[in-house]
């Protein structure tokens, strides 16, 4: 049964399934701009600054054994923060997303989406969810998705943009109105 909320006439309708690629691209982002990789340009800093700092103790301490080994540490330190939050992290959050997908049936099931002008609907044959744009935290429109984010812990509904067709402008404008400031275009 299509859901069709009361009083909502649908702006957009499209069914879809969900590639493991779409998937991975979205999750990458929702960690990035809402979850754990938000503060990872203040982690790569904190990196580069402690590796500069190893680096001019050299010029500015006695050389010593300590002060050796403590300069050794601080930009050893620092390489490996910088390159954990700038590659390792992501990466792992790339792996986690592809075995989630694997393992998950519901993920890979066919989906309809409706989309009207205060409440979007998505359904499969395992679930139906309803929620209104006023009770989601943001939207992001990349060229490839529209990414409706539901809470800080990561959960986010992600609806691939070539489902729409020519349809997509009309959506992302919807969109776009429903969540004002809570809405980024990104890439």
Avoid: W
């Avoid at 991975?24 to 990196?47: C, D, M, N, T, Y």
């Avoid at 989309?115 to 935290?137: G, H, L, M, W």
Wanted: glycine fraction near 6%; charged fraction near 20%; hydrophobic fraction near 45%.
């Amino acid at each position: 049964m299509d859901y069709q909320p009361e009083g909502q006439i649908p702006v957009a309708q499209a069914s879809y399934t969900l590639t493991k690629e779409e998937y991975q691209k979205g999750r990458l982002l929702v960690e990035k701009r809402h979850a754990s990789l938000l503060s990872a340009p203040v982690f790569i800093l904190l990196g580069l600054a402690l590796f500069a700092l190893g680096v001019t103790s050299f010029f500015y301490e006695q050389l010593s054994v300590s002060s050796i080994l403590l300069a050794a540490v601080l930009m050893v330190l620092g390489i490996f923060t910088s390159a954990y939050f700038a590659s390792a992290k992501p990466a792992n959050i790339m792996g986690e997303a592809d075995r989630q997908y694997n393992g998950s049936i519901l993920l890979k099931s066919p989906k309809k989406v409706t989309i009207c002008r205060d409440v979007f609907s998505i359904q499969d044959e395992f679930e139906q969810v309803r929620p209104f744009y006023s009770e989601q935290r943001a939207c992001m429109e990349t060229d490839d998705f529209f990414l409706i984010v539901a809470d800080r812990s990561g959960k986010a509904y992600l609806i691939p943009k070539r489902v729409f067709g020519e349809q997509a402008e009309k959506v992302s404008g919807v969109l776009s109105a429903a969540f004002g400031n809570r809405y980024r275009r990104t890439k």
